[in-house]
């Protein structure tokens, strides 16, 4: 599904983009060429770009006036990501993204490749950091110099810098929840919320309806609507981070068990587990050695606990909350007619 044919020039606003970034390095020194090149494989070579859908149909729901202005604007939200991602799997060490290396691990290998001096991981753990900081900061270039108006960027603003403090703050709680070992559903669902399910859907919802000036109503309603909506998201993630098809997501199986993700399917898993075998959880999880023999057995853990059921019922309760909010919202037709369908590929998706 790409209505206005959105993915396509939301990829053309990056490319341009981007294009502009690395003469701009390269001008700087000719050494900046891998780390363009390491954006630029990031940002256009993979992605869903839900959230500048989510954006531009929440702009268009609003009764905004499609421009490649606003799809440049709100092109801008994959640079956010692109920046998330690259810091996630440099904090949980992981080793490949869609199939390929990480950032991390990319510049780990052009270290030992090159015969460099100093350690190799810690130089690709470097420029994961400052990858990761340079993809942030292009968010915000991308954001102001996208051609939309000055009281329309004025709207944006706020959400857009809300948005960028809460997804940070949730992935430090998401750390921190690891290296506590806290097994709570409260945790766990506020580490959903803050790390994925606000910057995913609610955020860039209301990040289009401050650049269409919508009502409160408006508003309101997609906050109704796309809280409960990327909460959903997170949990098909944290469902795919431990049962999914490694052929499918690019990561390897089992990668937030080694990991020690303490998801809301992990916590829903410990508050069922008995002692015996809440213990036997706890000990795999986190576990980098963990074989596929390893990643089997804490599946059917987690599977027959009823847990992965139960989160499979609690992303069917999600949905429903969500689109109610939607279908009771004064929005326009078309858009929510695209937002049901974005609402069903975020959910039900494979990958």
Not at 75 to 97: G, K, P, Y
Not at 122 to 135: H, I, K, N, Q, Y
Not at 165 to 174: C, K, M, P, R
Not at 203 to 214: E, F, H, V
């Amino acid at each position: 599904m790409d209505a206005a044919d959105l993915r396509a020039r939301v990829d053309k606003a990056l490319a341009a983009f981007l294009g502009e970034q690395r003469a701009r390095l390269t001008g700087i020194d000719p050494a900046l060429v891998p780390v363009a090149e390491a954006v630029e494989d990031l940002v256009l070579k993979g992605g869903k770009r839900l959230r500048p859908a989510f954006a531009y149909w929440g702009f268009r729901g609003a009764g905004g006036a499609d421009s490649e202005q606003v799809v440049s604007a709100l092109a801008a939200l994959e640079l956010v990501q692109a920046s998330a991602l690259i810091h996630d799997d440099l904090m949980d060490r992981s080793d490949t993204r869609r199939g390929e290396p990480s950032v991390h691990r990319r510049f780990e290998a052009r270290h030992t490749a090159s015969g460099w001096r100093g350690g190799a991981a810690a130089f690709g753990d470097s420029a994961a950091v400052l990858l990761g900081d340079l993809a942030l900061v292009w968010s915000d270039e991308l954001l102001h110099t996208s051609g939309v108006g000055a009281v329309e960027l004025t709207r944006a603003r706020p959400v857009f810098d809300e948005m960028r403090t809460e997804v940070t703050v949730g992935q430090y709680l998401d750390v921190l929840t690891q290296a506590t070992a806290d097994t709570s559903l409260e945790r766990a669902g506020k580490v959903a919320r803050f790390k994925s399910a606000k910057y995913t859907v609610e955020r860039p919802l209301l990040l289009g309806a401050a650049l269409a000036g919508a009502s409160a109503a408006v508003s309101a309603a997609y906050s109704g609507f796309g809280l409960p909506l990327g909460e959903a998201f997170q949990l098909r993630d944290d469902v795919l981070g431990v049962f999914g098809d490694p052929e499918r997501t690019g990561k390897p199986a089992g990668d937030d068990l080694r990991e020690g993700k303490r998801t809301y399917l992990v916590a829903a898993a410990f508050a069922a587990l008995g002692e015996k075998e809440s213990a036997e959880l706890d000990a795999g999880l986190g576990d980098q050695g963990l074989d596929d023999a390893g990643v089997q057995r804490l599946r059917a853990l987690i599977r027959d606990s009823g847990a992965l059921a139960a989160t499979e019922r609690r992303i069917d309760e999600l949905m429903t909350t969500s689109l109610a909010a939607l279908d009771g919202a004064p929005v326009e037709p078309e858009a929510r007619d695209v937002l049901h369908r974005l609402a069903d590929a975020a959910t039900r998706r494979t990958v």
